[in-house]
């Protein structure tokens, strides 16, 4: 009895911490898979070839940046041209970003 306890104890604990996990998009442009990510933190970047990159912040620069696009110099040091930070599931592809990343793209147009 207490061994068949135990038993689904395990199996509730396992399916609630995988429905749990927190993940984003990885990948580049549209070749995109989603990922297991334990740090919180989704982001997409642009690089100055107009690529952009889809990963899990493992370098922790969007807790430093804070949600949203950015386009500053601290971007440009890390080798982007615009970052993109968000802390929700599969959360750095989509509308929201890519409304976020034409503004951005507007605003850098319209700022020369």
């Given at each position: ?5 135990l038993?689904?104890f395990?199996?509730?604990?396992t399916?609630t911490t995988?429905?749990m996990?927190f993940?984003c ?10 990922v297991t ?10 690089l ?11 370098s ?7 949600k ?5 110099q601290?971007v440009?040091?890390?080798g ?17 970003l ?15």
């Open positions: 009895m207490f061994a068949r306890f038993w689904f395990s199996l509730i604990a399916i995988y429905s996990a993940q998009y990885q990948g580049d442009n549209e070749a995109t898979t989603e990510c334990n740090l919180g933190w989704c982001l997409n970047g642009t100055p070839s107009g690529d952009v990159k889809y990963i899990c912040d493992s922790g620069a969007c807790p430093i940046f804070g949203g696009c950015h386009d500053n601290a440009e040091l890390g982007f041209k615009a970052l993109c930070c968000c802390n929700s599931d599969l959360c750095n592809k989509g509308r929201g890519i409304d976020l990343g034409m503004a951005m793209k507007y605003k850098m147009f319209f700022s020369l």
